[in-house]
T-cell receptor, first 113, second 116 residues
Framework: DAMVIQNPRYQVTQFGKPVTLSCSQTLNHNVMYWYQQKSSQAPKLLFHYYDKDFNNEADTPDNFQSRRPNTSFCFLDIRSPGLGDAAMYLC????????????FGSGTRLTVV | AQTVTQSQPEMSVQEAETVTLSCTYDTSESDYYLFWYKQPPSRQMILVIRQEAYKQQNATENRFSVNFQKAAKSFSLKISDSQLGDAAMYFCAYRSAKGGSEKLVFGKGTKLTVNP
C-alpha cells in the first residue's frame, strides 16, 4: 500500500545532542511537511518542501532544519535539542492540488533527556 | 491569515448515540477546502471527511456528516451511531484553494470520549 513511513517511532536523545528523524513516502507526492505536535495541542507546521523548494515557517526556530534529497525522502534535523523540543513529529505528504488532504505518517515521538 | 477555532476541548457520547463537534473558521477567501481529521491515541492521523466550499451540499461519509454553513463560517462534524473506535482527537482544518497554497491550518482539536 502506498504510504508515509516515519522512522523511528520513538526516539530518545540527550539534551544538546543532534538528532535526525526520517520520513519516506511511496505516494510520489511533491509536497512534504513536517509538523510538531505537543501533548493535546494542534500540529504546528515547521516547514514544507514543494519538490526541492524549501519553505520555512517564520516562527520555526533555527535549531530545526530539513533536507529532502529526493522525492521519496525527507529528514528533520534538530541541531541541539532542548527539553522544550520533546514532542510528536509528524510527517505528511500531499499533492499541490489544494482540494486534496494530507496523508500522515504515524509520527516519531521524541524524548529529550 | 486564516484561523480555525474548535471551542470544545473535550466531548463525550454514549455508544450508539449521536454527537456533534463544532468548528468555526475565519477567512477572507471565497474558495477553500475544509477537513476533519481523526487522531486516535498513539496512532496515525487520518482524514475523516472533506468539504469543498463552492459546494452547497454537505459532505457525508457513512456515519460521518458535516453541517457546512459558509456564511456563518461554520463546519461542524456529526457522528451518528457512535462506536468505541470513534474515540480520538478530532481536528478541523482549512486549506486555501489558491494555487500554491500548500498549508493546512488546524484547530486545537476536540477530544472525543465514547462511553460504553
Amino acid at each position: 500500500d502506498a504510504m508515509v513511513i516515519q522512522n523511528p517511532r520513538y526516539q530518545v536523545t540527550q539534551f544538546g545532542k543532534p538528532v535526525t528523524l526520517s520520513c519516506s513516502q511511496t505516494l510520489n507526492h511533491n509536497v512534504m511537511y513536517w509538523y510538531q505536535q505537543k501533548s493535546s495541542q494542534a500540529p504546528k507546521l515547521l516547514f514544507h518542501y514543494y519538490d526541492k523548494d524549501f519553505n520555512n515557517e517564520a516562527d520555526t526556530p533555527d535549531n530545526f532544519q530539513s533536507r529532502r534529497p529526493n522525492t521519496s525522502f525527507c529528514f528533520l534535523d534538530i541541531r541541539s535539542p532542548g527539553l522544550g523540543d520533546a514532542a510528536m513529529y509528524l510527517c505528511a505528504t500531499s499533492t499541490r492540488t489544494t482540494g486534496v488532504g494530507y496523508t500522515f505518517g504515524s509520527g516519531t515521538r521524541l524524548t529529550v533527556v | 491569515a486564516q484561523t480555525v477555532t474548535q471551542s470544545q476541548p473535550e466531548m463525550s457520547v454514549q455508544e450508539a448515540e449521536t454527537v456533534t463537534l463544532s468548528c468555526t473558521y475565519d477567512t477572507s477567501e471565497s474558495d477553500y477546502y475544509l477537513f476533519w481529521y481523526k487522531q486516535p491515541p498513539s496512532r496515525q492521523m487520518i482524514l475523516v471527511i472533506r468539504q469543498e466550499a463552492y459546494k452547497q451540499q454537505n459532505a457525508t461519509e457513512n456515519r460521518f456528516s458535516v453541517n457546512f454553513q459558509k456564511a456563518a463560517k461554520s463546519f461542524s462534524l456529526k457522528i451518528s451511531d457512535s462506536q468505541l473506535g470513534d474515540a480520538a482527537m478530532y481536528f478541523c482544518a482549512y486549506r486555501s484553494a489558491k494555487g500554491g497554497s500548500e498549508k493546512l491550518v488546524f484547530g486545537k482539536g476536540t477530544k472525543l470520549t465514547v462511553n460504553p
